[in-house]
């Protein structure tokens, strides 16, 4: 074994100077299939991103040249804007409200797919529809579901006794329509993942589970939820983020100024407002690093969290 | 040896072997991928010698406004122009199309925002234009309305030639006030009080046995904070001290606020207007079309789509005046023509902005029905009354741009206008008395305008 497999390397040296050819040609040619993705990532994400950073610290009308002024930008948005306070405080509540809700929605919908029962493919089917459509195609839809007085949602509330509900007119239901909006955007995509996740649990747990008595709640909190914690921890991560960075639900769905009365206005829409309407590019890059550091402590918390949990377990 | 040869030479008989081997073909898709994103670059580059006018316009308007620049190109056969309409907000579009280095030769701007653009060098000053042909600049200033062309001057410059007077007036509906017994006023001079105003919506004002209305008395069809300013206004208030270029709102002026409590009663205490949860499902102009309300307040921007709406016979009629006001005001409401700073067509801009705006091109907008030009000549011309014959008072039209007052011109106006967005909504909801203008709103928009 050891001779036959020591042998080629002397007496065959081409063989080597062809492989090393073949390997080159090979590298060669994945840096050329390789090369238009780095180079859109260098342009559409590195540059942005650098270019927004620099802009962070000049004040720019897109018009005329950009002006450093150090940390005046960061220094306005922590101590001279009160829109700021109003976008965080709106956006953290839309997280919240967002967040959980898919979490939990996506959890029992992933558990009551995960069976083996006649036709559950169109139900998941069904239920992933959502995904194919566009935010701003389903925000426009949600509109009319929400109207006061002829909305679906209203007249089906009325059936059952309820009067009608002031959805996106009165500021504190107008959040509450923006998070339902968004819970039934998010929910399929977090089933997915879950339920992913939950075809990967091996059957003889549960097998071993049941004959020991456990019943099916039991089951799902003791093997189902542990065994899928990396996937809720993605889950919970993707949530946060996409809620964080929405614009286009809340653009769409109460008339892009973040309204009524501020009630829907985020930090997507602070930064679109002061990058395009009042051309304040320099402050909104600002904005942007201020959502991009949060997020980043956030994301990081959450990973250590679940990691030292996964550690103890 | 024969290993090594293998993988080459079975690799090259491969090849032979193929018409049309695998290298060949990622070639043949790489030289089509290349080709085809540079026709598409190609594509989207408008490198011609056409000149680019951006506007904005609804269907209707859009196909009068193309009547203007056809006869344009009628008698300038040497200038191609190629119009570039607006989408939903014409500042973001103009603010992406310039600073991309795309600019339009010709903008269509309004006198709310235009000062946003000339402030950060956008437009050309047209008094160079108007330096270069003095006799122009002579006919253009005696047939012109001050208020109109004075709007768009700001710091020393010149930014816009005026088009059209867009400010505010009140359509009704003939047969509502003939069933109520009721006539408004016919002209400017003429205006009649919020008191009598108020008595005739409450009287068209109509509901059904179970309470819900079915006809109101008034609609308002413009942007109801910038509506409810104006009924502040017609009780004797300016928006802003001075108008070019403030130092300060007068959101906290006495009368400014009285009369915007009077425009958010008519909703929330009279009950003669719909709140804003009752115009979701249908909106106002189409109320007004549909003779579900008998009232809208409005400008001439709203005539091409009720003149041709079949059953609506209407008039126009002027804004109601308050305790404190002193005759009734429209407000000065206009677009201009402005050319673009960084436009490589200047000449052929000129002589566009010069056509449409000078009196040839007002006489054909007159004529269209598609605005009330800022000319007093095209104004005043047989062509105007002849396509406004259903108008009866036409007094109200053509009297309307002698008879409006200023809006603030600032260009910090985006940020002014977000705020009052916001401090205005409790208000005109019902849930803040308009009062709340003093702590907060006023404060907030001085602090803007200091700052800018």
Redesign the interface.
Known sequence: MTVREKAPAPTVPPRTGNRSVLARRQATAGRIFVAPNLLAVAVFMLFPLGFSLYMAFHEWDMFTPAKFVGWANFHRLFTGDPLFVIALRNTVAFTIGTTVPTVVISLIVAATLNRKIKGIGVFRTILFLPLAVSTVVMAVVWRFVFDTNNGLLNIMLGWIGIGPVPWLVDPKWAMVSLCLVSIWKSVPFATVILLAAMLGVPEDLYEAAKIDGAGAIRRFFSITVPLIRSALSLVLVISIVNSFQAFDQAYVLTGGHGGPQSATYVFGIMLFQNAFAFGDVGYASALAWVMFAILLVITVLQLRFSRRNSLEQ | ?A??QSP?ISGLERHRGRPFGRRTLLRGAGVLGASLVASTLSGCDYDDDALTFFFQANPEEADARMRVVDEFQRRHPGIKVRTVRSGG?P??QI??F??GGKCPDVLMVWELTYA?LAD???LVDLNTILAQDPTYAAELKSDSVPALYDTFEFKGGQYAFPEQWSGNFLYFNKQHFDDANLRPPGSWEDAWSFAEFLDSAEALTKRDASGKVTQWGFVDTWVPYYSASLFGMNNGASWSSPWNDPGRMNFDDDAFIEGVQFYADLANKYRVAP????Q??MSTIDLFARGKAAMAMGGHWRYSTLSETAGLDFDVTVLPVGPKGHGSWSNVGTTGLAISASSRRKEAACEFVKFVTGPVGQAVIAESGLFVPALKSAMNSAGFAKAHIRVHNLDVLTGGPARSRHLPVTPAW??VD?LM??NF??VL?GVQPATSFKTDLAA?VDKVLRNQ
């Open positions: 040896m290993d090594n080459s907000d500042m973001q603010f992406t310039c600073a946003g950060r060098g956008v709140k804003t949860a009752d979701q499902s985006e940020r977000a967005d916001r909504g409790p909801r907030d």
